[in-house]
Every structure is written in C-alpha cells, then in structure tokens.
C-alpha cells in the first residue's frame, strides 16, 4: 500500500497567533523576543537622527529633543524601552546556551544560572556607571 | 557544500552577538537619558556638544549607533522569515544596506560636531 503522509497545512503569516497545533506561548514568546530588534533598530534611527540635529547647531537640536522629550515622544519611547530590557533580560537568559561552556578552576561546569546571574549583575554595574559618568560629564 | 569555501557566518554572527551584548548592557541606561526622565540636564545642546566634541564621546556615541544596528539587521532578517516573508535574498538586500547607510550616516554627522 502506497504511503500518504500527510502534510501539514502552516499559515506562514499567523503560525504563531493561530495554529492550534503549535505551543502559543512558546512561539509567541519566541516571536516577542525576536521582535525586540524592529524597537531596537527604530532607537538607532532616532539616535542617527538626534547625531544629526546635534551637527546641524542648536536649533536643529532643540527641534530634535522637543520632538523626544515631548509626551508623545517619551511613550514611544518607553515602548522602546519595554522592548530593549525584554531584549536583554532574555539575551542573558538564553547566554549559557549560545556561549562556550565556562569552568572552574577544578574543571567543573559553572552552573548556567551562576551565569545569567553574573550577567544581571553586569547589567546593573553598567547602567549604573553609565549613568554615573553621565551625571559626573554634565557641564 | 565544499568546506574550502570560507562561510560567511561568522562575518554576520559576530556583530549580531556583540551587538546583542552592547544593547542588553546599554541600551535601557541610554533610553532613560534622552527621554529626558532621568538626568534631564545630559540632553541639554551644550553637553551633548561637549561630549561629542572629543573623539572619545564620538567613538562611545558610534558605538551606540554601529553595534545595535547590526545586531538588529540580522535579527531582523531572520525575523521576517518567521512573519512570513520568505523573501529572504530580497529582505537582506534591504536590511544590510540599511545598517550600512546608518552607520555612515553616524560617522559622517560625528565627523561634523
């Protein structure tokens, strides 16, 4: 008897709303953390365009600025901003898994949580540092 | 595939991978700051010149710009696969390019503070 395998019919748009077959909230998970980068790039395109304003002189800048400081302006952003620290929070979670294993001294594995642990760790001396300088910077 | 043919993986993979690290460490402190909610006084035109006026404020604010967009190139690339555009010769002919013109675009406006 001949083989009729069946394949599966997968809407290449909605897979990840609308499959019944498909794990929901793995998959929309998946998709929320890839989608952090549409947010992050958007943030470099504001960026680029604020290193613009700031070569064109003062007024070009105080355009720029309202424009980012404005209320619209800050929602956006701190859309931006849910979406970049969903960003790192599951860049670190999934670190131990894309990185070579790191060892003890006596050859043992460190414990991939010991890792997303140091990295958490990272990103609190960073932001604080940063800010720090920043404050220190100010004229 | 032959193996003699060098891949170009690691070429993408690399700034994907320290981009991500660059992003996730020093982004949220960055969006803080030009909302304007904290240390509203680091947006104002005179710091903002002052620190881009030394080639060291220029390469940490070209940081800001290169490693991100990169690694959101990439991402992106393969992201629209998952949403459905198959496309992908198409969808990397538009997503390189366009990192490539922001980050001439950073150096070129840097080089003008």
Redesign the interface.
Known sequence: MARRPYPQEVD???W?IADPHFNRPFYLD??AR?????F??L??????W???A??SG?EA??GF?GA??STG??IL??V??AF??Y??VT??ILAPQ?MKPMRMKDGKRVPAGRVVQA?FA??AG??VV??LL??V??? | MNSKVPSHKPLVWLPF?AG??F?????????????????????S????????SNWLGKLV?LG??LL??W???H??R??AY???I?ADTMVAWIVYPGAAL?SV??VV??L??
């Open positions: 290449r748009f909605k990840w998946y998709m890839e989608s952090t980068c549409i992050i790039a943030y470099a395109i504001l960026f680029v604020g290193l613009g700031l070569a003062p800048y105080a600025i980012m400081q302006g800050v952003q701190l931006i901003l970049a620290v960003h790192t860049w670190f894309g990295l990272m990103w960073a932001t940063t800010l920043v404050w910077l100010i004229p | 991978a991500g690290m992003a996730a460490l020093l982004l949220p402190a960055a969006i803080l700051l030009t909302t304007g909610l904290v240390l509203p006084a680091a947006t035109y005179e710091a903002a010149h002052a620190f881009a604010l800001f710009v991100p967009v690694h959101a190139a991402r992106l393969v992201t998952d949403f459905g198959r922001l675009l950073a406006f840097l003008q503070i």
